[in-house]
């Protein structure tokens, strides 16, 4: 039976924030998957239990995924973005309805469109448990399910290849030809969501490197410097996309 | 007329007009005659004359043309009496007032010289007989040498016995007489205007006026006969025939108002272009011809009867008397029914039903032609709305189908790479570059999907799909307004093909370092500009491909506006219909 609202707030579940890492002896973490491909949501399956998930149901519409995830709870959501019966962005509308209902749930969505208008969209709310990759990332299954980690954590993943999208678009007399190409760098990550930490790993600089960058970009950008490693994602989102 | 008859009619009037002023000089009477009675006098007989004249060569088949040479020349005759002999002098006494007879079958057969009833006929012959009569009789007793002449005078040769109470008696009576002859004839000339429809109105409109100062006039010098009015002789007698010009002159102006007509007919046609309106084509002729009761009736296809532009039947077997019918000569049937009075404009009748004919053929081919433009239109957009449809069942085919399985094999190469590590390093090494050629498959088949259709659109509408489209320009471009609303797919698609059509021209050939894009919602329609800054001087057709997006912005029945001065930018404004 489906929870629904606020009750669902207060009741226990894996909430934004770290997750047991699956396979540390904890239980593992359920995942429910929405993908109307057979072939690729058994694919799917088999990665993600590979990898230590629960996963504790496939969904081939927006519909059965909105009741098995009410049925279920699982601590992540795995969806493709077109379903039937449409097939626009069904499961876009069911992430959104999914972190309405029960907001301790992560979602990661999957697309096959590099759309800056769908990760808005979807990052609207509280952009922390939320992600947006594109479908190809599957090849690569350490990178795959570290995303759908990264979302369970609570943190926001957006495809690097948006990212790099917005960042290289042209536009003339930006603040964003004065950042130097290491910050250019570290806003790309700032973007896809990456904490200070994770970029100073991907960077291999220091963690106080990594924050004399990000204050140098806020100042040049003219963003809120106190903006949580979350809100963060937003307000540079949206500076990309001005 | 015949020409021979013309001449004759020409030189006798020139003659007599000639012997009128030549009597003056030669009269012999003592003293020259007032210059203005010579003037009056002369006016009144060249009006009637060339009157007659012109009447007789438009209507030869009409009497009214005689009626005006014969009053003519009954008016002449008095004026023998300016020579001083005995026998013109008598000539002219007898037949002093034969002229009013004349005037007044001129009235009762007004506008074409036809008297139209018996009572007319009477009252015509009366008046006749009486003005003939009267002076003879009152001749039969007058010695001019005694009374109301002088001893100068020449000798009335009428004369049996010289009475003057005799001749005054017949006098007094004779003027107390054409009163009431007067006013028969006025009264059947009212009667004939009340009963005057249509075309005639107009002609008999003109003759009321005419009739007031002549009659009035011949009152008066009636009257002055019997009463003592010879303080007013120089009105009566010098400027007051004058006024007999009156119908020659109203005849004039109408049949120049007639000539005009002719013109008037075509001007009515040419101020109703394009496209004349049959209800507005007859006011129209109506006006031109001068007949308010003008119907233009046409059989509707399928339809039995005739009906008329207000769509009442019209029985064209049966027509009320005094209605004449003009066949059009059109595919369709169509007449114009009118007064029976316009046969005797047979010039203009023909005119006006050639423009007719010309007007409804006209209106006839452009309603088909509007039909059939309709219908191009509709099919050219039935085509662009099929290739999009197909567009976007090309994308959702590439999508669901090849692109989910490269996908599905990325990931199943990305498996078996996962199983081949540490074990085969060589396996690895080629399952890894196989995956990163499914990698590049996937975004180039991505590529060429949104090239076809872009899913976004569809999914999210105008403004995503125009957030998307400015991403990728490789121009700096700013989007100043896009509504956020969903429209019509076609409509949508359009404006998207607009702006992303105008980036890539601005991209090849702009050579812009910014684009502006916008999109504004109006009442019934959208509003797409693209503006950048670059070298201008684009032209459709010039290969920027704005000729195929013109035809684009026509099929859903919109516009495409390019200004693009050399070294000035360019601005390209689409007007696309929004229900």
């Not at chain 2, 499914?438 to 569809?458: D, F, M, S």
Request: include cysteine; charge should be neutral.
């Amino acid at each position: 039976m489906p929870v629904t609202g606020p009750e669902s707030a207060a009741a226990p579940g894996p909430g934004p924030g770290p997750a047991p890492a699956p396979g540390s002896g904890a239980a593992p973490m359920r995942v429910v998957i929405a993908e109307d491909s057979v072939l690729l949501a058994e694919g799917l399956r088999r990665v993600l239990a590979d990898a230590g998930f629960e996963v504790a149901g496939l969904a081939a519409d927006a519909a059965a995924l909105l009741r098995l995830t009410g049925e279920i709870r699982p601590q992540v959501v795995l969806a493709d973005i077109r379903m039937p019966p449409t097939q626009t962005t069904e499961g876009l509308q069911a992430a959104l309805e999914i972190r309405r209902r029960w907001p301790g749930t992560a979602v990661l969505v999957m697309s096959q469109h590099v759309e800056t208008q769908h990760v808005v969209e979807l990052l609207a709310g509280d952009p922390r448990g939320v992600g947006y990759v594109l479908k190809e990332r599957v090849a690569d299954l350490a990178q795959f399910t570290d995303a759908v980690r990264r979302v369970a954590a609570g943190e926001s993943v957006i495809d690097p290849e948006i990212i790099a999208r917005l960042v290289a678009r042209p536009r003339a007399g930006s603040p964003l030809e004065s950042l130097t190409d290491r910050e250019k760098e570290v806003l790309a990550l700032m973007a896809e969501g990456r904490s200070n930490q994770a970029i100073a790993q991907q960077l291999w600089m220091s963690p106080k490197t990594v924050e004399t960058h990000v204050g140098s970009i806020f100042t040049k950008l003219d963003l809120l410097p106190d903006a949580g490693d979350h809100r963060r994602v937003l307000a540079v989102l949206a500076f990309l996309r001005q | 007329m015949n020409p021979r008859l013309r001449a004759a009619l020409i030189a006798t009037a020139v003659a007599v007009t000639t012997f009128q002023l030549v009597t003056f000089y030669v009269s012999g009477w003592p003293g020259s005659p007032a210059p203005l009675y010579v003037f009056s006098t002369t006016v009144v007989l060249v009006a009637y004359l060339v009157t007659g004249l012109i009447a007789w060569q438009r209507h030869p088949d009409d009497q009214i043309g005689l009626l005006f040479t014969l009053t003519g020349y009954a008016w002449f005759l008095p004026q023998l009496i300016n020579l001083h002999y005995a026998v013109p002098f008598t000539i002219a006494n007898a037949t002093a007032f034969v002229y009013q007879g004349c005037l007044g079958h001129l009235g009762l057969a007004w506008p074409y010289g036809k008297l139209r009833s018996r009572a007319d006929r009477i009252v015509v012959a009366a008046n006749y007989a009486w003005n003939i009569a009267s002076p003879i009789a009152a001749n039969l007793f007058w010695n001019p040498r005694t009374t109301g002449c002088s001893a100068s005078c020449p000798a009335n040769l009428l004369m049996i016995v010289d009475s003057p109470r005799l001749y005054h008696d017949i006098g007094l009576i004779s003027t107390l007489l054409s009163v009431p002859v007067t006013a028969a004839v006025i009264a059947l000339i009212v009667v004939h205007w009340r009963r005057s429809r249509g075309y005639a109105r107009r002609a008999m409109n003109a003759l009321i006026w005419v009739s007031i100062p002549v009659a009035g006039y011949i009152t008066i010098l009636n009257v002055a006969d019997v009463a003592d009015l010879s303080q007013y002789n120089v009105l009566i007698y010098q400027v007051g025939p004058l006024l007999l010009a009156a119908p020659p002159v109203a005849y004039l102006v109408a049949a120049l108002r007639a000539r005009r007509a002719r013109g008037a007919v075509s001007s009515a046609l040419v101020s109703m272009e394009p496209g004349p309106h049959p209800a507005k084509l007859r006011d129209a002729l109506a006006r031109a011809l001068g007949d308010p009761t003008l119907q233009l009736a046409s059989r509707t296809p399928g339809a039995a009867g005739f009906t008329d532009t207000d769509g009442a039947a019209v029985d064209l077997a049966s027509l009320p008397a005094g209605r004449m019918i003009t066949p059009l000569d059109t595919p369709g049937e169509a007449v114009l029914v009118h007064d029976a009075e316009l046969r005797h404009e047979p010039e203009l009748i023909r005119v006006a039903a050639a423009a007719a004919s010309l007007a409804l053929e006209h209106a006839r081919l452009q309603a088909e032609i509007q039909v059939q433009l309709d219908q191009v239109r509709a099919s050219r957009a039935r085509i662009v709305e099929a290739g999009d449809a197909e567009r976007r069942r090309l994308e959702r085919d590439l999508h669901d189908g090849a692109q989910q399985r490269l996908v599905t094999l990325s990931l199943a190469i990305g498996i078996a790479r996962d199983r081949a590590a540490g074990a085969d390093p060589d396996l690895e090494a080629l399952l890894e570059s196989a995956s990163k050629e499914a990698r590049a498959a996937i975004a180039e088949l991505r590529e060429l999907a949104r090239g076809i259709h872009p899913a976004v659109l569809t999914q999210t509408g105008l403004e995503g799909a125009i957030q998307a489209l400015i991403e990728r320009s490789p121009v700096t471009t700013q989007v100043r307004a896009v509504p956020s609303g969903r429209f019509p797919a076609q409509v949508e698609a359009t404006a998207y093909f607009v702006v992303s059509e105008a980036l890539a021209n601005v991209a090849k050939h702009a050579q812009a370092s910014a684009a502006v894009v916008t999109v504004r919602e109006q009442p019934g329609r959208l509003e797409v500009e693209v503006r950048d800054d670059g070298v201008g001087g684009a032209r459709a057709g010039s290969g920027s491909g704005l000729s195929g997006l013109a035809d684009r912005v026509a099929s859903v029945g919109g516009s495409l506006t390019v200004h693009s001065p050399p070294g000035g930018g360019t601005r390209l404004e689409a007007v696309i219909p929004c229900p």
